[in-house]
Nanobody, 125 residues
Framework: QVQLVESGGGLVQTGDSLRLSCAAS????????MGWFRQAPGKEREFVAT????????FYGDSVKDRFTISRDNAKNTAYLQMNSLKPEDTAVYYC??????????????????WGQGTQVTVSS
């Protein structure tokens, strides 16, 4: 089992940047893929980004491509989501997730077996 704790959310204005962090503990961090998802009120959870265990491969959802960057520091057991050019439609609770089952670069929430508690990101217009 992996324990995940997100941080870095907050209230920002359109066009601002924010970096989310996800600290992991409980299992060797460097052997599993990580992902970020988000859920806005009244909407289904949406895939945002994923990164391989080594950090060499990434994949992004269409709505955040070219604005968000996922990264990881295996020495610090932490994954990051750098969010630039934020828009009001990016407002959501952001969750990090760990794929210890080996799906690799999954884009569906069932491909991740551990989840953080979420951090709120609010972008005002």
């Amino acid at each position: 089992q992996v324990q995940l704790v997100e941080s870095g959310g907050g209230l920002v204005q359109t066009g601002d940047s924010l970096r989310l962090s996800c600290a992991a503990s409980g299992r060797t961090f460097s052997v599993y893929a990580m992902g970020w998802f988000r859920q806005a009120p009244g909407k289904e959870r949406e895939f945002v980004a994923t990164i391989s265990w080594s950090g060499t491969s990434t994949f992004y959802g269409d709505s955040v491509k070219d604005r968000f960057t996922i990264s990881r520091d295996n020495a610090k057991n932490t994954a990051y989501l750098q969010m630039n050019s934020l828009k009001p439609e990016d407002t959501a609770v952001y969750y990090c997730a760990a794929d210890t089952l080996g799906y690799g670069l999954g884009r569906k929430d069932y491909e991740y077996d551990s989840w953080g508690q979420g951090t709120q990101v609010t972008v005002s217009s």
